[in-house]
């Protein structure tokens, strides 16, 4: 049972690993083609129809996704379709076939061939042609942004499902769950904006909306059905706790966990019974 565990906690630590390094020479790839005062790059047809690509990169995020967001139930499986489908359409547009640039060029009567790799960030397009910014720069602003958002949502679902894991049994409250009651949700919608300040799709820009109302919604669930299972030490716990934006003072210690309450039960299961963790 111990070498088990130590299996999936080491399977979840090199997906981690993937997301991180794969983020990391994603941003070089981009940066790295864009000399100071540039607005070259990588050519449409060079950067596109890269299907290996937009494989592996949907491949790693899916792992990722499944690992440390363990969908159990009906809805929760619900939810992470959708997540996949977001990736799905974000990777195949970064890197294979790139919908909403054919459709915004007939639109703005350009060609879609002017789109390489910086022009295709279309917020840094964007901020070029209102002459804010040069696209170079946007470029440099736009992912150091995205990458930012992108990194901050990963940890918070990889360490809120550490601290679930530590804690094997009762109401989690330690960690960042100190801060927060759900870092985990809050940390996907911070990966949805990220991907949509980066490479901003029309499919994607659609379904942002929906996954942050699906997982408020996933939220509040969650909350009736701990305040059912723990009772008034969760009603404590969630009146000085905010559920996704941390509050700036304190609001007081968090007073020791009622053992009473505590089960033995598996780690996720334990913190989320609507699905975080």
Known sequence: MKLGANVVRLSRAAVAGLVVVLGLALFALVVGHVPRGSSGGVSFHEWYGNWQAALVTSAIFTAFLLAFARPRRKVEWRNTGLYVAFL?????????????????????DLSPWEFGNQQSHLWAYLLDRLRLFPLDVGVYVVMVTSVALIAAGTSLVAVGWATVYRGRAGLATDGVYRVLRHPQYLGLILVILGFNVQWPTLPTLLMAPILGAMYLRLARREDEELARRFGEDFRRYAAR???????????GPVPPRNEALAAPLDAEAD???GGEG
Do not use: D, N, W
Request: aromatic share 12%; proline share 14%.
């Open 271 to 273: 913190r989320r019974p």
């Open 241 to 251: 706790t905010p559920a996704f934006l941390p509050r700036l003072r304190p609001s």
């Open 88 to 108: 799905l359409s974000l990777f195949t547009e970064m890197f294979g076939l790139p919908l909403t640039i054919f459709l915004l060029s007939s639109v703005l």
